[in-house]
Antibody
């Protein structure tokens, strides 16, 4: 069974940093592109970042470019999101998501974690 | 403001057919596949339709998707009370070099 478990969320002050992790199990982690998608309270879905299965290709939303860094560790089956220079508008539930297929950088997210809440506030 | 435009709300009575539109442009919907997600309050989204009109295993055939030009649609036939949820379309955008979502449509079953 595919499982994605996010951790690392919490309360942080504006300008601060936080590192999210997503621990994957139940599948061959190194075969799938992985993504982060967020949802601000009461708002819609917003894609954040995606990393290819090999880690060689990365794309980020304009809203987080230069501040957030996605990475993956195949030895630990973990997907990380390093978030720096956090802003109030980064407050959201952050989900990690896995594609349903192994083709390229697939954005067909058939598996989602339960999400971790990040609150940026003074 | 979302790059993909969805109506903020839609409604129907049990048994009816409802459609939700998703309007984009040449850089996203016209040249890339559209995916649809269903989300209930407090839980993660669920993949409903992918590659414009494909249903993942376990999704009832009451749900269908289509695409024409720069627009896509999600249709739900035989509407049921448990279909009351938020629905989002998404696609890759070649200009932004990233994924975009519609603003979401809240479906109410009257």
């Amino acid at each position: 069974e595919v499982q994605l478990l996010e951790s690392g969320g919490g309360l942080v002050q504006p300008g601060g940093s936080l590192r999210l992790s997503c621990t994957a199990s139940g599948f061959i982690f190194s075969s799938y592109a992985m993504s982060w998608v967020r949802q601000a309270p009461g708002k819609g879905l917003e894609w954040v970042s995606i990393i290819s299965s090999s880690g060689g290709s990365i794309y980020n939303a304009d809203s987080v470019k230069g501040r957030f860094t996605i990475s993956r560790d195949k030895s630990k089956n973990t997907l990380d999101l390093q978030m720096n220079s956090l802003r109030v508008e980064d407050t959201a539930i952050y989900y990690c998501a896995r594609a349903i297929d192994t083709s390229g950088i697939s954005i067909i997210w058939g598996y989602w974690g339960q999400g971790t809440l990040v609150t940026v506030s003074s | 403001q979302s790059v993909l435009t969805q109506p903020p709300s839609a409604s129907g009575t049990p048994g009816q057919r409802v459609t939700i539109s998703c309007s984009g442009s040449s850089s996203n919907i016209r040249d890339n596949s559209v995916n649809w997600y269903q989300q209930f309050p407090g839980v993660a989204p669920k993949l409903l339709i992918y590659s414009n009109n494909q249903r993942p295993s376990g999704v009832p055939d009451r749900f269908s998707g289509s695409k024409s030009g720069t627009s896509a649609s999600l249709a739900i036939s035989g509407l049921q009370s448990e279909d009351e949820a938020d629905y989002y379309c998404s696609a890759w955008d070649d200009s932004l070099n990233g994924v975009i979502f519609g603003g979401g449509t809240k479906l109410t079953v009257l």
